[in-house]
């Protein structure tokens, strides 16, 4: 089992920053290993389809939703497996549920709830 642990979500004026953290924990039967594995952070808005924000491969490899280039920057820290997405200038459009999620596979564009593992959501408000 592995477990992902979300926090740092709130509510923020436009134009303000926060930044989420993930943490993972294992828990896994001897033999079983989960090194590296592909990171992201999704987000879903109520009425809309989940979608992919930011995603690190497991070989460094980052990527970037075309609505947050150059405001936000995800990065982690392995030594204490944690995953942090630091969001600037937000805009009331960045009202989401965000999720981190942790897989062997390439994370996919939209979400794949079967996909490997993912924590249960922190919530992001931006009031304009």
């Known amino acids: 089992k592995v477990e992902l642990v979300e926090s740092g979500g709130g509510s923020v004026q436009a134009g303000g920053s926060l930044r989420l953290s993930c943490t993972m924990s294992?828990?896994?039967?001897?033999?079983?290993?989960?090194?590296?594995?592909?990171m992201g952070w999704y987000r879903q808005a109520p009425g809309d389809e989940c979608e992919l924000v930011s995603s690190?491969?497991?070989?460094?490899?980052?990527y970037y939703n075309d609505s947050v280039k150059g405001r936000f920057t995800i990065s982690q820290d392995n030594a204490i497996k944690t995953l942090y997405l630091r969001m600037n200038n937000l805009k009331p459009e960045d009202t989401a549920v965000y999720y981190c999620?942790?897989?062997?596979?390439?994370?996919?564009?939209?979400?794949?709830?079967?996909?490997?593992?993912w924590g249960q959501g922190t919530q992001v408000t931006v009031s304009s």
């Open positions: 294992l828990f896994l039967s001897e033999g079983l290993t989960f090194d590296s594995p592909n």
């Open positions: 999620q942790a897989a062997t596979l390439p994370l996919p564009l939209d979400c794949n709830r079967d996909l490997g593992y």
């Open positions: 690190i491969s497991s070989d460094g490899e980052i």
